[in-house]
C-alpha cells in the first residue's frame, strides 16, 4: 500500500468566502433548493460573462439536456455532437430518443473540426434530414474554433449548443466561453476550475429560453394554487446551499484561472528541456487569439518519437507514487455504448486518445507536490 498523501488530478479548491455564504444560508434557514444565493449566482455568472440571463441548475448534463428540449429536439432528430468528449455531452441526445452524430477533431485545438462539421451537414441534407443542433466542446479549457462553427450554424440555420464546461474563463479575442451559441452550458462539478460540489448552468441572451428551461426544471409546476402539471418537468435546480459555495468560488475564479495557467508553464518548461535531450512531447496548443483556462494540461506522448515511451509507461509511473493523471477522452465514436452512431472525420480524435495524458493540475498543487511529480517524470524520461 502506497503511504504517500494522493495528488489528484484536479481537486476541488476553496477560498475563503464559501462557507460564510453558506453560513448565511443556515442563518436564515434558506436551505430549501431556491432561494437569494441562487439568484445573485445567476446574476454573477451573468456579470463574468457578459451573457443576459443564466439558470443555476443541478449539473451540466442537466443544462445540455433542457437546451436540447427548449430546441424542440425529439425522437427520430440528429445532432451533431463533438466526438472528442465526456459522455455527458452526447447522453442527452439519447435521452430526448435523437441520434448523435459524432464529429472529429481539429488538430489546431483538438476540438470540433469545422471541415467534417460542414461535411456531416452537406451529407445529412442531401438525405432531407437536416440535423436540429450543433454542439462543440471546449477540451480542457481550450476554446474550440467557435467563429468558424459559429458561421456554419448560420450559413445552415442550425442552432449551437456551446459546452463550455470545462471552460469557465476562457475566451477568444476577449469573448467569453458561454457566450457564442444560442445555448450555453457550464459545469461545477467538484474537478471543475470552479465548483458548487456540484451543479451547471444553462445560459442566454433569449430570456424566454432561460425563463423556460427555470420552470421545466422546478418540474414544470403551473402557475395554480394547488400542484398541477401541464408539461414534463424536471428536478435540474440549483439549492441554495450549494448556490452559496458558487457565490465564493466566483471571487477567486480568475485566481484560479491564473494558478491553473501557472501550472500549464511548469509543464511547459520541464518538457522543453526534455525535448532538448531527444524526447518530442508535445502540449496541448493554444491558437493566437484564444485564452485557455488552461483546466487540465494534456500533453502527446508518440511513442516513435519518445524511445518507446507511452502514455502508458507515465501514467503508470505516477500511479505508482500514488500521483493521479488520465488518459485524454476517449472518442464517443469509440465508447461501445454509441458504437452505431454516424461518425465524420479522420481518426485525428482517435490519434490523440491512443497518445494524450492529462496531467495533475489542480489550483490548490504544492511546490511539493510538483517535486514529487518531477521525480515521478524523471524516472521516466532519463
Not at 459559429?150 to 449548443?161: F, R
Not at 451559441?181 to 441572451?205: P, W
Request: hydrophobic content about 40%; charged content about 20%.
Amino acid at each position: 500500500m502506497n503511504d504517500k498523501p494522493k495528488i489528484w488530478l484536479s481537486s476541488p479548491h476553496m477560498g475563503e468566502m464559501e462557507q460564510a455564504f453558506v453560513k448565511e444560508a443556515f442563518d436564515t434557514n434558506w436551505i430549501a433548493p431556491l432561494g437569494p444565493h441562487v439568484n445573485d449566482f445567476e446574476k454573477d455568472l451573468c456579470n463574468y460573462t457578459g451573457v443576459k440571463y443564466a439558470a443555476a441548475l443541478s449539473s451540466g448534463t442537466a443544462a445540455i439536456h433542457l437546451a436540447l428540449i427548449l430546441l424542440g429536439i425529439s425522437n427520430g432528430d440528429n445532432v451533431l455532437c463533438q466526438s472528442m468528449t465526456f459522455s455527458a455531452s452526447a447522453n442527452p441526445i439519447i435521452y430526448q430518443g435523437a441520434t448523435p452524430v459524432f464529429i472529429d477533431s481539429e488538430g489546431e485545438t483538438w476540438n470540433m473540426s469545422p471541415e467534417f462539421l460542414e461535411e456531416a451537414i452537406i451529407s445529412f441534407l442531401k438525405k432531407n434530414a437536416k440535423p436540429k443542433a450543433i454542439i462543440p466542446v471546449h477540451l480542457y479549457g481550450m476554446p474550440a474554433n467557435m467563429e468558424v462553427i459559429c458561421e456554419i450554424g448560420k450559413k445552415y440555420n442550425i442552432p449551437i449548443i456551446e459546452d463550455a464546461a470545462e471552460a469557465f474563463g476562457s475566451n477568444i479575442g476577449g469573448k467569453n466561453c458561454g457566450t457564442f451559441g444560442e445555448l450555453n452550458v457550464l459545469s461545477f462539478n467538484g474537478n471543475k476550475i470552479i465548483t458548487t460540489s456540484s451543479g451547471g448552468a444553462l445560459l442566454s441572451d433569449d430570456e424566454k429560453l432561460i425563463k423556460k428551461a427555470r420552470f421545466l426544471a422546478t418540474q414544470a409546476r403551473d402557475n395554480a394554487p394547488h400542484y398541477q402539471h401541464s408539461n414534463i418537468g424536471y428536478n435540474y435546480r440549483l439549492s441554495n446551499v450549494l448556490a452559496g459555495i458558487g457565490r465564493g468560488q466566483m471571487l477567486v475564479l480568475d485566481k484560479r484561472v491564473e494558478q491553473r495557467r501557472n501550472n500549464y508553464q511548469f509543464y511547459k518548461q520541464y518538457f522543453e528541456e526534455k525535448n532538448k535531450k531527444g524526447y518530442n512531447i508535445v502540449l496541448q496548443p493554444e491558437p493566437e487569439s484564444c485564452f485557455s483556462n488552461r483546466w487540465l494540461t494534456a500533453i502527446i506522448i508518440n511513442p516513435i518519437q519518445n524511445k518507446n515511451i507511452t502514455r502508458e509507461t507515465l501514467r503508470l509511473a505516477l500511479n505508482k507514487e500514488n500521483i493521479e493523471s488520465r488518459p485524454l477522452w476517449k472518442p464517443m465514436h469509440q465508447q461501445p455504448v454509441f458504437v452505431e452512431a454516424p461518425f465524420f472525420g479522420d481518426g485525428t480524435s482517435e490519434r490523440l486518445f491512443a497518445n494524450g495524458l492529462c496531467l495533475p493540475s489542480g489550483s490548490n498543487l504544492t511546490e511539493k507536490d510538483f517535486a514529487r511529480i518531477t521525480n515521478a517524470m524523471d524516472k521516466v524520461f532519463k
